[in-house]
Nanobody
Framework: QVQLVESGGGLVQAGGSLRLSCAASGRTVSSYAMGWFRQAPGKEREFVGWINWSGGNTMYADSVKGRLTISRDNAKNTVYLEMSSLKPEDTAVYFC?????????????????WGQGTQVTVSS
């Protein structure tokens, strides 16, 4: 069993930056691919980005490409989401998730473990 806890969310002005963390416990996630998703009020959960087990490969949704960066520190069992040039439309609850399979997937149903989410609000 893996427990994931996101932190680092908050209120930021448009154009600002935030760094989200996803700390894993229960077992190491160093062999798991990890994903970040977000869900705005009244909308479906949306893929944000994916990182492979080693951190050597990442994929991003077109809407965030160039503004968001995923990284991981397997020694700390933690995955990060660096967000810059934030826009009001980035406002959402952000979730991290762990995927057992090695290959890339943007589908929420492909991820086994989920955190509780952290709120990011971007004001205009």
């Amino acid at each position: 069993q893996v427990q994931l806890v996101e932190s680092g969310g908050g209120l930021v002005q448009a154009g600002g930056s935030l760094r989200l963390s996803c700390a894993a416990s229960g077992r190491t996630v160093s062999s798991y691919a990890m994903g970040w998703f977000r869900q705005a009020p009244g909308k479906e959960r949306e893929f944000v980005g994916w990182i492979n087990w080693s951190g050597g490969n990442t994929m991003y949704a077109d809407s965030v490409k160039g503004r968001l960066t995923i990284s991981r520190d397997n020694a700390k069992n933690t995955v990060y989401l660096e967000m810059s040039s934030l826009k009001p439309e980035d406002t959402a609850v952000y979730f991290c998730a762990a995927r057992l399979a090695l290959e890339y997937s943007p589908l929420a149903r492909a991820y086994l473990y989920w955190g509780q989410g952290t709120q990011v609000t971007v004001s205009s």
